[in-house]
T-cell receptor, first 112, second 116 residues
Framework: DGGITQSPKYLFRKEGQNVTLSCEQNLNHDAMYWYRQDPGQGLRLIYYSQIVNDFQKGDIAEGYSVSREKKESFPLTVTSAQKNPTAFYLC???????????FGQGTRLTVV | AQTVTQSQPEMSVQEAETVTLSCTYDTSESDYYLFWYKQPPSRQMILVIRQEAYKQQNATENRFSVNFQKAAKSFSLKISDSQLGDAAMYFCAYRSGSDNTDKLIFGTGTRLQVFP
């Protein structure tokens, strides 16, 4: 089945460690997105990519980094510079202009 | 910059009744797309309905319909014959159709409770 896979579903890390969240899609979509979801704040855009080897910062990019070396993959690294990394992270992809986005099941990151 | 506002943090409705969720947005663009997404307790985001700004006709998907008022920059979602399975968070979203950024921007959401 085509879809978006995020892994792992739950992730625990110690404070000060970098951690990478995986996002893979087999929908042949060009655009991919990373969102952070906190209670009462909806989905906030971290990074997005419209094409391989290119990506742009969203509204809350500080403390995060991404890469887009393959069309299918858009991993997100939460660095130690992110001051409050505990959150629910959603990855999405879209075929192009004006099309709806399809979402993965999310990763719950807890930093202790 | 574009913004999306959902002014109702929570709403409730009786089963089989109708409820309307509000969404307003701010943009200087004339070409864009609007969406409503549903997020049940599983947290999986599900597309409910999509509206192109250049279309005057309001989109409809079964029990879900929108009231799109372009001049007022309003995009409300009407759920008819509400069912227990409609209980979820609902997010309004905006996507540019004319610039190069291709951002997809969400509102803060409305939690819908459905009572039997």
């Amino acid at each position: 089945d085509g879809g978006i896979t995020q892994s792992p579903k739950y992730l625990f890390r110690k404070e000060g460690q970098n951690v990478t969240l995986s996002c893979e899609q087999n929908l042949n979509h060009d655009a991919m997105y990373w969102y952070r979801q906190d209670p009462g704040q909806g989905l906030r855009l971290i990074y997005y990519s419209q094409i391989v080897n290119d990506f742009q910062k969203g509204d809350i990019a500080e403390g995060y980094s991404v890469s887009r070396e393959k069309k299918e993959s858009f991993p997100l690294t939460v660095t130690s510079a992110q001051k409050n990394p505990t959150a629910f992270y959603l990855c999405a992809s879209s075929i192009g202009w004006g099309a709806e986005a399809f979402f993965g099941q999310g990763t719950r990151l807890t930093v202790v | 910059a574009q913004t999306v506002t959902q002014s109702q943090p929570e709403m409730s409705v009786q089963e089989a009744e109708t409820v309307t969720l509000s969404c307003t947005y701010d943009t200087s663009e004339s070409d864009y797309y609007l969406f409503w997404y549903k997020q049940p307790p599983s947290r999986q985001m599900i597309l409910v309905i999509r509206q192109e700004a250049y279309k005057q006709q309001n989109a409809t998907e079964n029990r879900f319909s929108v009231n799109f008022q372009k001049a007022a920059k309003s995009f409300s979602l009407k759920i008819s014959d509400s069912q227990l399975g409609d209980a979820a968070m609902y997010f309004c979203a905006y996507r540019s159709g004319s610039d190069n950024t291709d951002k997809l921007i969400f509102g803060t959401g409305t939690r819908l409770q459905v009572f039997p």
